[in-house]
């Protein structure tokens, strides 16, 4: 991928064509003409450039908040599995232990959670 000045230079030059239009004296241009096209190049360029900033800015923030969102959707997958095996061993234990011990009713409290 080109850099600004890189495709600025393409253009100006003809795609090297013209090498001439394009010599520098340090970070301006020899021609005149060149150097005011590159200032309204800059200057026109430069909302469009802003404004991919600003969606790239977006998209990471999205990206972001996607992670932070399958995080707590495992964590609380985690959770729900932690839980679930603790109504099986409660389960287990309930029909081990006497029907009228109110294991039964522990255990329906705890799915109404």
């Not at 003809?14 to 340090?26: A, K, L, V």
């Not at 590159?38 to 992670?67: C, F, G, H, Y």
């Not at 294991?103 to 409290?109: F, G, H, K, V, Y």
């Amino acid at each position: 991928m080109r850099t600004e000045r890189e495709e600025f230079e393409a253009y100006v030059s003809n795609n090297g064509r013209w090498p001439r239009s394009i010599d520098r004296d340090g970070e301006g241009y020899r021609l005149i003409q060149t150097q005011a096209s590159w200032d309204t190049w800059q200057a026109a360029r430069a909302p469009l450039l802003e404004t991919l900033r600003m969606k790239n800015a977006s998209v990471a923030l999205a990206i972001k908040t996607q992670q932070a969102v399958e995080d707590l959707l495992q964590k609380a997958e985690e959770e729900l599995a932690t839980a679930q095996a603790r109504i099986a061993k409660l389960e287990q234990r309930a029909s081990r232990d006497c029907p009228r011990c109110g294991m039964a009713n522990q255990i329906e409290e705890m799915r109404k959670k």
